[in-house]
């Protein structure tokens, strides 16, 4: 359980703390209500009305190390990442976003435009392509079409998790009938365990969106029109299936495919615009990872749950 001591005023949490697997905390404290919270993975799990104001005093800060505690339990076991503190209460959306959100890429800095802007400062990269206009304003990256033509980004963990709920969102303009939007791989030429293309577009512009079981795929298509921007989300559940948004629409769903089982369970490489010519050896579905797309991309993101309906208004209606 997560333990929250303030000073004799403290919150004892009621939700297991799970071992050997990264956990999101976040703890606020409003002076003015005097309330204490306790978020889990960007959900509220506690919260506790304070006696008293905060009662803060200079000296050492310890992070994993408590020398106030009984002898042999002074000291945290395991590993501590993007610790920080705010002046201010966040609210229960800001929580969730940086809970969740693992990666996002918008494309709009000139200087670093593969730069994330999400939590975890993905490393990425991209090769032979241009930056436009996006759809809202802001720039976008632009692929040609050639086999050297794409982005690279490399750490997406949440894609090698056997049914662990994730969601893929983006724009996108495409300018041909087919081509590759998302590949996943383990090795940076495309290839790896369980290499296969996530989404892109087949013959006679249908968007299809597909996630592994085992040795097989579960799919789902849409059209789609060429030279407009259309904002895509995947969203995999146990609960809910593949599921698929096109301009904050449902248009399809398969709530039979519970579950995602890829091969490795090795932070993944998300390749856009390309599966890369090696990747003629992955499993394929029914795209062909080969096949390079020409258009588009803008305001890329990778969250590690299913973002709900309203979720993806609200992206949709700012992005």
């Known amino acids: 359980m997560l333990y929250w001591g303030f000073y004799s005023d403290d919150v004892d949490g009621q939700t297991p703390i799970l071992l050997n697997k990264w956990t999101h ?76 959100l693992v990666a996002r890429f918008t494309f709009d800095n000139a200087t670093t435009p593969f730069l994330d802007s999400g939590p975890n400062l993905t490393p990425a990269n991209a090769f032979s392509y241009s930056l436009v206009p996006g759809p809202k304003s802001s720039t976008a990256i632009s692929f040609s079409g050639s086999n050297r033509s794409y982005f690279q980004a490399v750490g997406f963990t949440t894609l090698s998790l056997s049914n662990h709920e994730f969601s893929i969102a983006m724009w996108i303009k ?44 579960s799919l789902l298509s849409s059209p789609i029109t060429l030279n407009v921007w259309s904002h895509i989300v995947q969203t995999w559940s146990p609960a809910s299936g593949l599921r698929l948004y096109v301009n904050n629409v449902m248009v399809s769903s398969l709530p039979t495919a519970n579950l995602f089982l890829p091969y490795s369970q090795s932070p993944v490489y998300v390749t856009l615009g390309n599966g890369l010519p090696a990747s003629v050896s992955c499993r394929q579905g029914i795209l062909n990872s080969t096949i390079p797309f020409t258009g588009a991309i803008d305001d890329f993101r990778v969250y590690n749950r299913e973002l709900t309906a309203s979720d993806i208004c609200a992206i949709y209606s700012s992005s």
Do not use: W
Not at 37 to 64: C, E, K, M, V, W
């Open 174 to 217: 495409p300018q041909s009938q087919s081509g590759t939007i998302i590949h996943i791989s383990t090795a940076s030429n495309g290839t790896g365990a369980g290499c296969m293309p996530f989404m892109g577009l087949a013959t006679n512009e249908l968007l299809v969106v597909q996630i592994p079981i085992s040795k097989s795929v």
């Open 25 to 100: 905390v976040t703890v606020t404290f409003d002076m003015n209500t005097l309330q204490q919270s306790t978020y889990i993975d960007g959900i509220l799990r506690d919260t506790h009305q304070a006696l008293r104001p905060f009662l803060a005093t200079t000296g050492n800060f310890f992070i994993g190390y408590c020398p106030q505690l009984y002898p042999g339990n002074t000291h945290f076991q395991g590993c501590i990442d993007q610790f920080s503190i705010s002046t201010r209460v966040k609210s229960s959306c800001e929580i969730l976003e940086q809970a969740t």
